[in-house]
DNA sequence: GCTGCAGCGTGACGGCCATCACAGCCAAGG
DNA sequence: CCTTGGCTGTGATGGCCGTCACGCTGCAGC
């Protein structure tokens, strides 16, 4: 059997750094050898589609390495970006437990290895192992968490710089040293951060120039850092 | 032991006609039983606040009766309502499953009688009782469905009016009756309103007018009628 | 009745930003 | 080398809508 888009299956994803991260740390060894059962691995390349938005749930994706983009697009073409998932995440979680279609768009943007777990076997699954459930719950709320979080970030700005400049400072939030100053790796287009923050291109390329210009950040490569925090934070809700 | 507000327990909320919906349905009989142990029930006036935003979850609130206000806000004053609850729904579980502080504020605007269950008592019966705890993924899934459903409203549309047209669809989608004419109850201000898609007050009353006067709805009282549902879809992504 | 208050309707104005257009720039690849 | 295509920078323009201001209605309560 042949994995998606003629890559080899990845043998033992399981093996990989993140397995014991977030939903299944812990779990008792009867449950973690269930769940090896019915895992499936499988390695895709950048620009590929784990799921589409309004599909039939057909499971979960544990994604192990790379970086996939979650977004929803309105007729027009359109589109917003809700999340950019980190290895360790799970996909197409709140879909495969209602039943209801995807919800969203999954497209790999850096090359990706996964787990899939199919539907059917991951509700047996639920249903074996109760504190796999309460896990599942857990993460659940984890993402509607986060979810809140950006819809702050695009519904409470009076202007796009404000909004630009929370999203920047929920960035920081995550990978966050504790310092003044803050460096992080933005691997993303201006195109696609104003689809994060609801604004058009142009305006992320203004703003951004307008930070430089005050000395709020800095950016070098796909490399920005944040010179001036509280600076930053003073645009917010002005 | 008294309920907040000075008023008086209500003794069997079990027995409201919600405690089959959802959450608890179809549960065997011994977690039924765990779960009456563990519930007391209250009642809030109009106006009463449930929880709030950044609050330490203290548990959930199953809502029996009455319509409770989602909202988060922002430093300067303006916020932003997320959802209007309505009786079957449970409160509260995302900060409570995860431990986080509560995302939303939680206010009565109909008055309302609801369950409450403690954070430790709750997570308790969920490892006790595994069946529950997958009910309460779904729960939350559904949720976080809504959310998404929200995002898109508010950061798909181009203008105010679009972001109207689509709420006002949401709404007949729920309550529909097939029809090509719908009536529905809408009980919220037009400042409400306006925080629910991300608009002016102003601008929300200014489009009513503007969609009464293309007759694409009517409006008596409380009561909407959308008279023209394929027009207000015509606005969408236009 | 009157007063107060919450919500609705409407005009005027001004700023923000989406859009269009085009010009550099860099990397990949023939 | 030149071309192509994706990304970034920047100007000009115009419209949408947030804001301020004020008047209106309807309802609750003394």
């Given at each position: 059997m042949r994995a998606p888009y003629g890559l080899d299956i990845?043998?033992?994803?399981?093996?990989?750094?993140?397995?014991?991260?977030?939903?299944?740390?812990?779990?008792?060894p009867p449950a973690v050898q269930g769940l090896a059962a019915i895992t499936s691995a499988a390695a895709y390349p950048k620009g590929a589609t784990l799921f589409v938005e309004g599909q039939l749930p057909r499971g979960v994706f544990i994604l192990c390495s790379g970086r996939v983009k979650l977004s929803t697009s309105s007729a027009d073409g359109k589109s917003l970006i809700l999340r950019i998932s980190e290895p360790g995440e799970v996909l197409g979680l709140p879909a495969t437990v209602t039943?209801?279609?995807?919800?969203l768009t999954a497209d790999v943007i850096e090359p990706a290895q996964a787990n899939f777990i199919s539907r059917p076997d991951f509700l047996n699954f639920l249903r074996e192992h109760g504190e796999a459930a309460l896990r599942v719950a857990q993460q659940l709320g984890e993402t509607y968490h986060s979810a809140i979080a950006e819809m702050r970030t695009i519904?409470?700005?009076?202007s796009a710089g404000e909004k630009l400049a929370r999203f920047l400072l929920e960035l920081s939030a995550n990978h966050?040293?504790?310092?003044g100053e803050v460096k992080l790796t933005l691997t993303l287009t201006h195109e696609e951060i104003a689809q994060m923050i609801g604004a058009s291109r142009e305006t992320v390329t203004r703003m951004f120039s307008d930070f430089k210009k005050k000395q709020l950040v800095q950016v070098k490569g796909s490399t920005l850092i944040i010179k001036d925090k509280a600076g930053l934070e003073s645009l917010l809700s002005s």
């Open positions: 990845i043998e033992s994803c399981l093996s990989c750094p993140h397995r014991e991260d977030r939903l299944f740390c812990n779990l008792p039943g209801k279609p995807y919800e519904g409470l700005s009076h966050d040293k504790g310092k």
